[in-house]
């Protein structure tokens, strides 16, 4: 929890400011992460940080509302569940360690970080830890991540690319998309 904290506080405010960004008409462009529309990706980042908040509080699962475009806001709600020990004790009602959702949501916010900001035309530069620390865990769950529709087919990326672009390409987003 330590050292996992300062990593997801950090992509989390990147990613929170990225949406602080969007302008009412880039809400409609679409994203690198084809099931989403800007819109449609801000509504699902909000949802995962309010299931994430309610999973930390022992909570049940939410449902996706509609967009509110309150995600910082929720984000910070999130992170202040998440910084109490017990958050990160037990098993999630996914069948995963507590103690390994955070790596999930390190992966959204790293990723969807990247999606918002290439849509919408923003500098982004991800956290080189929380890159690392997605990407590694990326490696193990992708599999399942694939099964469970979260990640899509590899994207062939040469092996002396980037980590950022290793990370994208084996979750299914192609490092050189353009709107």
């Known amino acids: ?3 996992m904290m ?3 506080r950090r992509a989390t405010e990147q990613t929170a ?4 960004g969007v302008r009412d008409e880039q809400l409609g462009l679409p994203t690198p992460c084809e099931k989403f529309d800007v819109k449609d990706l801000i509504s699902h980042i909000e949802w995962v940080a309010e299931m994430f908040e309610s999973l930390a509080r022992k909570g049940p699962r939410t449902v996706q509302g509609p967009y509110a475009g309150d995600f ?3 984000a910070e709600r999130m992170l202040a569940a998440w910084s109490k020990p017990e958050a990160w004790e037990g098993t999630s009602d996914m069948g995963l360690p507590m103690a390994t959702l955070p790596e999930l949501w390190l992966v959204d916010m790293v990723v969807h970080g990247w999606d918002l900001a ?3 035309g923003q500098e982004y530069e991800p956290d080189a830890e929380a890159v690392a620390r997605a990407k590694r865990f990326s490696d193990q769950m992708v599999e399942m991540g694939r099964q469970r529709g979260a990640f899509g087919p590899p994207v062939a990326v040469p092996d002396d690319a980037p980590p950022f672009a290793r990370l994208l390409g084996l979750i299914g987003r192609d490092p050189a998309w353009t709107p």
């Open 1 to 3: 929890m330590d050292d």
């Open 6 to 8: 300062p990593v997801m």
């Open 17 to 20: 400011n990225l949406v602080r």
């Open 72 to 74: 910082p806001e929720r």
């Open 118 to 120: 290439t849509a919408t």
